[in-house]
């Protein structure tokens, strides 16, 4: 059974700094891109950060653009986002995706893991 586990989501102030973690398994996913995304109550999913199978190629929102650095440790099959200047508009649940493709999501999400940003 194929699992990915986020965590290290919490409450941080405005210009504070948090990093998420997901760590799959019951397969590989050293083929596969790997991102995350984030939701808000009402809105629809939206994409935040991927990263490719070497992980020698990032793509991210213009919205986190030099603020979010997605990184992956292929051995231990764990996903990783480091985000920093983060602002009450980055509040939202995010969620780990594997198995796709560097634009568009795979078949498999976590749980999701919350992010509270207050001003």
């Known amino acids: 059974q194929v699992r990915l586990v986020e965590s290290g989501g919490g409450l941080v102030q405005a210009g504070g700094s948090l990093r998420l973690s997901c760590a799959a398994s019951?397969?590989?996913?050293?083929?596969?891109?790997m991102g995350w995304f984030r939701q808000v109550p009402g809105k629809e999913r939206e994409f935040v950060a991927s990263?490719?199978?070497?992980?020698?190629?990032?793509n991210y929102a213009d919205s986190v653009k030099g603020r979010f650095t997605v990184s992956r440790d292929v051995t231990l099959n764990m996903l990783s986002l480091q985000m920093n200047s983060l602002k009450p508009e980055d509040t939202a649940v995010y969620y780990c995706?594997?198995?796709?493709?560097?634009?568009?999501?795979?078949?498999?999400w976590g749980q999701g893991t919350q992010v509270t940003v207050s001003s």
């Open positions: 995706n594997a198995g796709g493709t560097m634009s568009s999501p795979g078949a498999y």
């Open positions: 019951g397969r590989t996913f050293s083929r596969n891109a």
């Open positions: 990263i490719s199978a070497t992980g020698y190629t990032t």
